[in-house]
C-alpha cells in the first residue's frame, strides 16, 4: 500500500500512542499479506480494495487503491466497474433499510 498519500501525521499523534509504531508496523505487515497474490490475484484484490473504499468513502484509501489497481494491470474500465459495483452495493443497502423506516413508521401510526 505504497501508494497511498496519508495526512501527515502530527507529533501529537506518536505521543499519545505507546504502540504508534508497532501498531503501523504490523499494518503493513497485514496488508503485505492481505495484498499478495493467493486465491485471488493482486489486480482483483486492488479492484475489491477500490470497491470498498468507495464504501467506506476513505479519499486515502481510494487515492491508493486505485495506484495499486493500475499498478497491478487494471484498465479505467474494470476500475470504474468496480466502483460502479460500489455504488449498487451503497443504493441497495439504503433502499433496503428503507423496509426499517417503514418499520417505525407502522409502529408510529400503529399498524
Known amino acids: 500500500m505504497a501508494d497511498i498519500s496519508m495526512p501527515k501525521a502530527s507529533a501529537a499523534l506518536g505521543e499519545t500512542s505507546r504502540a504508534g509504531a508497532s501498531i503501523d508496523d504490523a499494518f503493513l505487515a497485514l496488508s503485505k499479506v492481505v495484498f499478495a497474490d493467493g486465491a485471488l490475484d493482486k489486480r482483483t484484490k486492488q479492484l475489491i480494495a477500490v470497491a470498498v473504499a468507495h464504501v467506506t468513502q476513505c479519499p486515502w484509501c481510494i487515492e491508493g487503491h486505485v495506484k495499486g489497481a493500475r499498478r497491478e494491470g487494471a484498465t479505467n474500465e474494470q476500475i470504474m ?17 428503507a423496509n426499517k423506516a417503514l418499520a417505525v413508521l407502522d409502529e408510529i401510526d400503529g399498524a
Open 81 to 97: 466497474e468496480a466502483i460502479w459495483v460500489a455504488a449498487e452495493m451503497r443504493a441497495g443497502a439504503a433502499y433496503a433499510h
